[in-house]
């Protein structure tokens, strides 16, 4: 596991993510989030952050686990979802 920031995630997942979305997990921690929307389609409560990383909309989806983000996707967000969830 590693931790960047209070955020945490998988390397395994990191690696995949970086070859599905180009952009490795411990990006996260640089997100000035804009809007967190709650995902309850898991078992465990689930999020969904929009912010701004470098200047560009991307969307995190994580849980929180003992106090700790756990990142489990992050990617560019789409233009709709930022017309809908960011202020």
Same mark, same amino acid.
């Given at each position: 596991?590693?931790?960047?920031?209070?955020?945490?995630?998988?390397?395994?997942?990191?690696?995949?993510?970086?070859?599905?979305?180009?952009?490795?997990?411990?990006r996260? $921690?640089?997100?000035?989030?804009?809007? /967190?929307?709650? *995902?309850?389609?898991?078992?465990?409560?689930?999020? &969904? @952050?929009?912010?701004?990383?470098?200047?560009? $909309?991307?969307?995190?989806?994580?849980? /929180?686990?003992d *106090?700790?983000?756990?990142?489990?996707?992050?990617? &560019? @967000?789409?233009?709709?979802?930022?017309?809908?969830?960011?202020?």
């Open positions: 596991m590693y931790k960047k920031s209070m955020v945490e995630f998988d390397p395994a997942k990191d690696a995949s993510n970086k070859a599905k979305h180009g952009i490795s997990l411990a996260a $921690a640089d997100m000035t989030v804009l809007a /967190v929307i709650e *995902d309850h389609r898991y078992y465990e409560l689930r999020y &969904r @952050a929009y912010g701004l990383i470098d200047g560009i $909309a991307h969307c995190l989806a994580f849980s /929180v686990r *106090d700790n983000i756990r990142a489990i996707s992050l990617r &560019r @967000a789409h233009s709709k979802e930022v017309k809908r969830y960011v202020p």
